[in-house]
């Protein structure tokens, strides 16, 4: 909410500088999110009413214009301005004064005519356009009736002032009105001083009695149901009439920070931000039997609201509806049939009190955001400004000749019920905020944000004000007192608690603990957003993602089924900026859904492209490759103690041949392989792009417990061969075949060579093993190790038909 | 050469400072306390000096002995160790080692997460698709409630959205287990924000939540204060200001004493020297009935701040997008 400063000071005296003013509000929960100070910029600009216009001899664009300044005079001036006529009255800076921008004004001829000065727009008076009606900003400003002749511009439109963007939490729809901050000024004004709030500080009218009305219109009011609306008071306003209101009035709505629109609008919209109360405008005579009629609608009732939308409210919206209908969505907005237009001579203005919840219902529920509904959601004053406002609204009439007269105002739920007192026991309070107050500290406190108490003992009975609808049950009254004291001159301990140690999830701690080894083997972890496209992962033929029912784009209208598209986005933006190579792992959830129902899952995403190691002077450059995956996956399973095999895997997001699913037992952990082109191509890869997937939880459920076993404390033989086989031949047949045969005494296989092409014959690769032996109780003889080695040689030879290329000790 | 005992200590002095390698030092060494050595020499005298003086002067010249022999192995053990063997030029770089890092939000997300630990906080987690249940109506945001308007949610089917803060794996504990409660969730949230410099539509939150007999909201300083001074600095202090969460009362919003200017005001500030964290407060009444517990014996206070939020006033970071761009010119600084 935005409201300037010259407001409030018309509402209360206060001597707080705006700085301090801002610093204290925020002290008891009122925000000022910013400040804008304006000053007079121009000098010499003065408010004349034009007695004569007529064309410049030569120059057909110009206007001859005579100007009435008052006590200070007349003069002339020449103008190309359009909208200036004999009678209107508007500001003119005179010569040796200054527009906003710095302009200096002088006398200037226009052909043989002299000019002593320049009528201004808002823009040279440096004016609020934003407060300003579009005819406001067409030309020439013209002031309205009232605004006096002769005087100085910034006496007569109030210019230098400061506004406040206020921004209040939701619990504080007291505080959204000009009366509302007036009153938290007040209680900052009531604990500065150590004195009782009083609203007989506040400058704002305030009557406490309906106003006094002919009573020679008809028109009659029903509440239904009070518990959704507690009262409701219409006034009927006879022989209306049209037009701008008042210079004084529009002067009010700058300093309000409304954009003036009509009478009527103007003075609705001036109730709503001085007094936080929401008013509607009907046509009394479009209102059918001129009956208003407070219920809830009827399935397939509809009504077509101001802004000419059909709307269709739900069965059970709180509506007004008169003889014939709906006429308006109670507190949020009045239907296009009933509204004041120009032929409209008699108004009946609503004040009501509607139930919060129901006005928020509608208003979300028809997707209509208006000022009223935004107030009654929060909560108006059903006491005070029910009582008050119609008599405002009347008296505002009067003030602006909106028409000749009140007459009749009918109402429904009045009185407002009082509230009733609550009991609050001191230790309670103190108990709950550790604080070591007694009941008179209490009442003390209260009394500054008047709220009524009284001590028995050590329990205070209070009463809220009919403004603090937000204080109903006891905690809240802890609340005041906490701010009344100051949030900060609470002591502060830590709890004392019973000793014990904090824990976390095992699936947590192996979040980590991944984390940790794959920092350690050298990749960078990303956090990517979990959003991705739909169609592009249909389009990788992954199984259908949960839909975002309201996404913020359509690039992001799904939750990843996958950490691929994440990861694949990071990559392309690191390589699109001249890396060589980005190798990244992400840990984070995916989703599934089937049917009605949702899935998440922790998955560990891992992405290499480019080169995996950089080179310098010590260092050759390793690119990334499958092999470098598989590695990091082999460490990582290896370290977490999870055994594992590997099968070729049908995962669509990896090409055909070059890709595996690792399982553990019967558990499938995760696939590896080469992104496919196309999916890579999808997300913006141009290149080979190796990308594992693992579960997390699956990798949890495998991890095995640890147990010591047996080593050998002698030192073992090392024995290589290298053997011919068939290129068909798999590297983990060959190692099957060697760990068969080496026996109980082989500890290790190692292969060091995989090597295809050159000088070896087509179809033929040779593969090189390294094989390690070892006794737990006793060293080695080379002659028995040299035996092992001949059977497996044998056994290789028999069994593949691999020729044995060479030994080697 | 030198006879008496201090002119042999004060020439054998002279004599190791200007020895220039260890061959000169032995040399030195044979020219002292060889056969034909000065030191030698004097050990000789010692049997054919009288009985009253052989006793002093023997000892005498033992200790000069013992400290020449001392003296040069000093020397020798310098002189060995300040040889110049190599010319290595070390402005070469070392051999590239693995340059893995953890992602910023994960290393202060883990700091926050230790030093909870350390206080005997347990560290809950929940699923990110939640019940519009347990994310608003459980906390006392009931539907067409203003608060809601806070929190603009992500829906995927009726009643299901994505949870828009770590709240409600507080209902969730409440529900599963009895007080005393003592935990924190750290995790992905999700709010319908418009992107820009301060917001993206998924940001990570802590949560804390302390129930028992007798917790107060002189607790709730006392626990902020050592969460700030554990990730912050032990000088960073605490400020509450009124604010509302529909599930605390009394509600607060949580300042901190400025981290980059120490309180004294700076851009990072705006000058207040104050910035403000998270929200925190006294758990809501409504909130402990819901998952049934007896408010007249068990209260608590709860907290939620965001991570990011901490990260970019801890590294002065301006610009929320970056956690999620992943450059490796942003995630290798930390």
């Given at each position: 909410m935005r409201v300037k400063l010259s407001a409030l000071h018309a509402a209360i005296d206060f001597d707080y500088t705006p700085e301090k003013l801002v610093t204290k509000l925020g002290d008891i929960g009122i925000e000022i999110e910013s400040t804008e100070r304006t000053d007079v910029m121009f000098k010499d600009v003065f408010v004349a009413r034009i007695t004569c216009t007529a064309l410049h001899p030569t120059h057909h664009k110009l206007q001859l214009i005579d100007l009435d300044l008052g006590p200070r005079g007349t003069t002339s001036v020449c103008t190309a301005a359009t909208n200036v006529r004999e009678g209107d009255i508007i500001p003119v800076a005179i010569p040796g004064g200054k527009t906003a921008d710095g302009t200096a004004i002088a006398t200037r001829m226009f052909g043989t005519v002299e000019s002593f000065g320049m009528l201004c727009s808002w823009k040279e008076l440096g004016l609020d356009g934003d407060l300003l009606s579009s005819e406001e900003k067409e030309g020439i400003l013209h002031l309205g009736s009232g605004a006096i002749v002769g005087s100085p511009f910034e006496e007569a439109w109030p210019v230098a002032d400061t506004a406040f963007e206020v921004s209040v939490t939701p619990d504080r729809g007291d505080a959204l009105s000009v009366l509302g901050l007036a009153r938290w000024i007040e209680v900052l004004k009531a604990r500065d001083t150590d004195q009782p709030f009083d609203m007989g500080d506040i400058k704002l009218p305030l009557p406490s009695s309906l106003p006094r009305a002919r009573n020679d219109g008809d028109l009659s009011v029903t509440i239904e149901d009070q518990s959704l609306c507690s009262s409701y008071i219409g006034v009927l306003v006879q022989d209306v009439a049209s037009g701008p209101s008042s210079h004084a009035f529009r002067t009010q709505l700058y300093q309000l920070c409304v954009r003036p629109v009509s009478r009527i609008v103007d003075m609705t919209n001036l109730c709503l931000k001085q007094y936080g109360q929401p008013t509607h405008a009907f046509d009394y005579d479009r209102l059918q039997e001129h009956r208003i009629i407070v219920r809830t609608s009827l399935p397939g009732e509809t009504i077509v609201t101001l802004d000419g939308m059909l709307r269709s409210p739900e069965s059970g919206t709180l509506i007004i509806a008169d003889a014939a209908g709906p006429v308006a969505v109670a507190g949020v907005m009045g239907g296009l049939a009933s509204s004041v237009t120009a032929a409209t001579t008699r108004i009946v203005f609503e004040i009501a009190h509607f139930d919060p919840r129901a006005v928020a219902r509608a208003s979300r529920h028809l997707g209509i955001k208006s000022d009223a509904a935004y107030l009654y959601e929060r909560g108006t004053d059903p006491g005070l400004t029910v009582r008050a406002v119609p008599s405002v609204l009347s008296a505002l009439v009067r003030e602006q000749c909106l028409g000749s007269y009140v007459s009749r105002v009918a109402s429904a739920g009045i009185p407002v019920p009082a509230k009733l007192p609550l009991s609050l026991d001191v230790d309670q309070v103190n108990g709950y905020l550790g604080s070591n107050l007694d009941a008179t500290n209490m009442r003390t406190l209260f009394g500054y944000e008047g709220i009524v108490s009284k001590v028995t003992g050590t329990t205070l009975s209070v009463t809220p004000p009919s403004?603090?609808?937000?204080?109903?049950s006891w905690p809240e009254y802890v609340e005041e007192i906490v701010r009344m004291e100051g949030y900060d001159e609470f002591p502060s301990h830590t709890p004392n608690l019973v000793l014990r140690r904090g824990s976390e999830s095992p699936l947590k701690a192996l979040c980590k603990r991944l984390r940790q080894m794959l920092v350690g083997i050298g990749l960078v972890e990303s956090r990517t957003v979990s959003f991705v496209r739909e169609s592009s992962v249909t389009a990788m033929g992954l199984p259908p993602a949960p839909l975002v029912l309201n996404p913020l784009t359509v690039d992001w209208d799904a939750l990843r089924p996958t950490m691929a598209v994440g990861l694949a986005g990071a990559a392309v933006r690191n390589l699109s900026r001249g890396r060589e190579g980005f190798a990244s792992f992400e840990i984070g959830k995916t989703f599934s859904v089937h049917g009605q129902s949702f899935d998440e899952e922790t998955r560990l995403g891992l992405l290499l492209a480019g080169k995996w190691q950089d080179a310098n002077w010590t260092t050759p450059t390793t690119p990334a490759s499958i092999f470098v995956l598989k590695g990091i996956i082999e460490s990582v399973l290896r370290d977490l103690h999870v055994p594992f095999g590997v099968v070729s895997s049908d995962s669509p997001l990896l090409e055909n041949g070059a890709s595996i699913l690792v399982s553990s037992e019967t558990t499938p952990l995760g696939t590896l392989g080469i992104l496919r082109h196309d999916v890579g191509a999808l997300l913006g890869l141009e290149r080979d792009t190796f990308y594992a997937e693992f579960s997390v939880d699956a990798l949890l459920e495998s991890i095995q417990p640890i147990s010591f076993k047996e080593f050998s404390r002698f030192p073992s033989l090392r024995r290589d061969i290298a053997v011919l086989v068939d290129s068909s031949m798999t590297a983990g047949q060959l190692q099957t075949i060697v760990a068969e045969h080496g026996g109980?005494?082989?500890k290790a296989i190692v292969v060091f060579d995989n090597f295809q092409g050159g000088s070896l014959p087509e179809g033929k690769k040779s593969v090189g093993f390294s094989m390690e032996f070892a006794s737990p109780d006793r060293t080695l003889f080379g002659e028995e190790v040299d035996a092992l080695v001949d059977s497996v040689e044998a056994a290789l030879a028999t069994r593949l038909g691999g020729i044995l290329r060479r030994t080697r000790v | 050469m030198p006879s008496t005992l201090d002119e042999i200590r004060t020439a054998l002095e002279q004599r190791l400072t200007a020895a220039r390698d260890a061959q000169d030092v032995r040399n030195a060494q044979i020219e002292y306390l060889g056969k034909k050595g000065a030191v030698t020499a004097l050990l000789k005298q010692i049997s054919g000096l009288a009985e009253d003086q052989r006793r002093q002067f023997g000892e005498q010249v033992n200790a000069l002995k013992q400290w020449a022999l001392q003296a040069f192995e000093q020397r020798l053990s310098n002189l060995t160790s300040t040889a110049r063997r190599y010319d290595i030029d070390f402005s070469l770089p070392g051999q590239l080692m693995p340059a893995g890092k953890k992602h910023i939000l994960t290393q202060v997300e883990e700091e926050v997460e230790s030093v909870f630990l350390s206080m005997g906080f347990d560290i809950e987690e929940g699923p990110e698709i939640e019940q519009e249940y347990y994310n608003f109506e459980a906390l006392n945001i009931p539907a067409d409630h203003p608060a809601r308007d806070m929190q603009d949610t992500f829906y995927l089917a009726p009643g299901m959205l994505l949870r828009t803060h770590t709240s409600p794996i507080q209902v969730r504990t409440m529900k599963r287990e009895h007080p005393p409660i003592r935990m924190i969730a750290t995790g992905t949230c999700y709010r319908r924000d418009a992107v820009d410099a301060s917001h993206t539509p998924m940001f990570t939150q802590v949560e804390g939540l302390v129930i028992d007999k007798g917790i107060t909201f002189a607790d709730l300083k006392g626990v902020l204060q050592e969460f700030v001074r554990g990730v912050f600095g032990s000088s960073t202090k605490v400020k509450l200001l009124p604010s509302f969460f529909p599930f605390v009362e009394p509600g607060a919003e949580t300042a901190i004493s400025c981290p980059i200017c120490g309180g004294r005001g700076c851009p990072t500030c705006k000058g207040s020297g104050w910035i403000e964290m998270g929200g925190s407060g006294m758990v809501h009444q409504n909130v402990l009935r819901e998952v049934g517990y007896d408010t007249s014996i068990y209260q608590g206070f709860a907290f939620g701040w965001g991570i990011e939020r901490i990260a970019m006033i801890k590294y002065g970071i301006r610009d929320i997008r970056m956690f999620y761009d992943n450059d490796l010119d942003f995630l290798g600084q930390f």
């Open positions: 403004f603090r609808g937000d204080l109903t109980p005494l082989l | -």
